[in-house]
Nanobody, 114 residues
Framework: VQLVESGGGSVQPVGPLILLCAVF????????MGWYRRIPGKQRELVAS???????NYATSVKGRSTISRDNVKNAVILQMNGLKPEDTAVYYC?????????WGQGTQVTVSA
């Protein structure tokens, strides 16, 4: 299973930031899918996740300005964020977890700048 993230780069505070995680080699809908990030100097943290049953969880720091969703046509998971803050600057990673194992993408840098 391979995960490929896209959509990072430099983004203005108003947003939107739209990150896409495409899954190759398996059905994304069968996996727990999560977006994580590593802020410089800190440990990697969960940003948002969605289970195969559709349960969604957001980190407190992004709740209310973030949406995670599935695109089953693209076999992907999408994270959209608005109202971005400098502290959202980080490397964002996609994760897929299921009966076959635990998989991570290589990460995509997101830099919030006016």
């Amino acid at each position: 299973v391979q995960l490929v993230e896209s959509g990072g780069g430099s983004v203005q505070p108003v947003g939107p930031l739209i990150l896409l995680c495409a899954v190759f080699g398996s059905r994304s809908a069968d996996h727990f899918m999560g977006w994580y990030r590593r802020i410089p100097g800190k440990q990697r943290e969960l940003v948002a996740s969605i289970t195969p049953g559709g349960s969604i969880n957001y980190a407190t720091s992004v709740k209310g300005r973030s949406t995670i969703s599935r695109d089953n046509v693209k076999n992907a998971v999408i994270l959209q964020m608005n109202g971005l803050k400098p502290e959202d600057t980080a490397v964002y990673y996609c994760r897929a977890a299921g009966p076959g194992g635990n998989y991570w993408g290589q990460g995509t840098q997101v830099t919030v700048s006016a």
